[in-house]
Nanobody, 116 residues
Framework: VQLQASGGGLVQAGESLTLSCAASRDIFSGNSMGWYRQSPGKQREFLGGISTYGIAYYVNGVKGRFTLSRDNDKNTISLQMNSLKPEDTGVYYC???????????WGQGTLVTVSS
């Protein structure tokens, strides 16, 4: 499979959750990888990305709470999410991206629900 996110679930506000993404080697190798979220009624948004060298970037809304990591041997990335908020609820996707944006085929994503 090209991109497969997993690890979602139902948690309470303030709790933590770790998501994983398995990617095909052809899309993973040599590319930055990112996490995206589509919350109910909203468009899919970029949350953060990690370069092939492990340098991570986060948008302001998750900076300090979310941590990206990458395993270049296993073609996987992870998203450690701490201090979750109800507004973090949504379907989380991973994808490879360039300056022009994500370019892989979107997988099914994994649902994260944060209850208050």
């Amino acid at each position: 499979v090209q991109l497969q996110a997993s690890g979602g679930g139902l948690v309470q506000a303030g709790e933590s959750l770790t998501l994983s993404c398995a990617a095909s080697r052809d899309i993973f190798s040599g590319n930055s990888m990112g996490w995206y979220r589509q919350s109910p009624g909203k468009q899919r948004e970029f949350l953060g990305g990690i370069s092939t060298y492990g340098i991570a970037y986060y948008v302001n809304g998750v900076k300090g709470r979310f941590t990206l990591s990458r395993d270049n041997d296993k073609n996987t990335i992870s998203l450690q999410m701490n201090s979750l908020k109800p507004e973090d609820t949504g379907v989380y996707y991973c994808n490879a991206y360039k300056a022009s944006g994500p370019f892989g085929s979107w997988g099914q994503g994994t649902l994260v629900t944060v209850s208050s």
